[in-house]
């Protein structure tokens, strides 16, 4: 699976961009984003506030990940 | 219509110049240059992260909105990424149309749009090298309500 990192998630994941094997527990957006906040020591990724996108859509959360090839996590957009 | 996003420099008079040429029955042609702000000589550089396609996808469904909303000949939108320093152009808009009222408005809306629906995120450098994510300001929301009023 590839993972997607924007903006200051980049900083908490240390890249932008990497691909991870899932362990066979995590299923769906929700499963996703707890076990990125143990792996990265964090909270960042079950903030409501960070949108996901599943191969380029964004879509309500939570998802399945059944047939996805591509995860981004995309925090809150800068203003001007 | 026509819309660019890349890291490359964006040169405001050619960009002018080549919506011009698009639209050459256009009676009035508006445009806006955004530059990073020093604010003070503070910042040094600014960071622009896309996310293709959906950045893409989103300016470009704004630019229908306001083809749609005004009568315009074309409108064009430069958009930079990656580090631009302070001083240098980050964005270039330019509405094209056979009147100036809605060339001027049309302009004015897609800046509004693009500051508040547009998918960049924002890294802010200073001076002293250290650098932070910028969060969105409460004003872009605002600005951006006006014409959720006037329709």
Redesign the interface.
Not at chain 2, 118 to 123: D, G, H, N, P
Not at chain 2, 133 to 137: D, G
């Given at each position: 699976m590839r993972l997607t990192y924007f903006g200051r998630l980049s900083d908490v994941a240390g890249c932008g961009e990497e691909d991870v094997d899932l362990p066979a527990s995590v299923q769906d957006t929700l499963a996703l984003r707890h076990w990125l906040d143990r792996r990265f020591a964090t909270d960042a990724f079950v903030s409501d506030t960070v949108r996901i996108a599943i191969d380029d859509r964004l879509l309500p959360a939570p998802q399945t990940l059944e047939g996805a090839t591509r995860i981004a996590f995309l925090p809150p957009v800068g203003g001007g | 219509m026509m819309l660019e996003i890349g890291p490359h420099p964006i040169d405001p008079a050619a960009a002018l110049a080549l919506i011009r040429k698009r639209a050459p029955a256009a009676g009035a042609v508006v445009s806006f240059t955004g530059c990073v702000r020093a604010e003070d000589g503070r910042v040094s550089a600014l960071l622009l992260?896309a996310?293709s396609?959906?950045t893409e996808r989103g300016i470009a469904a704004a630019m229908e909105e306001t083809r749609r909303r005004w009568p315009l000949e074309d409108v064009l939108i430069k958009h930079r990424t990656g580090w631009i320093e302070a001083g240098e152009t980050i964005v270039f808009v330019a509405a094209a149309a056979a009147h100036r009222r809605a060339a001027f408005e049309a302009a004015d809306y897609l800046m509004d749009a693009l500051?508040?629906d547009?998918?960049?995120?924002?890294?802010e450098r200073a001076n002293s090298g250290e650098e932070r994510?910028?969060?969105?300001?409460p004003?872009?929301h605002e600005d951006r309500a006006r014409w959720e009023v006037e329709g």
């Open positions: - | 992260e996310y396609p959906l500051k508040t547009a998918v960049f995120w924002k890294k994510w910028i969060e969105p300001r004003e872009d």
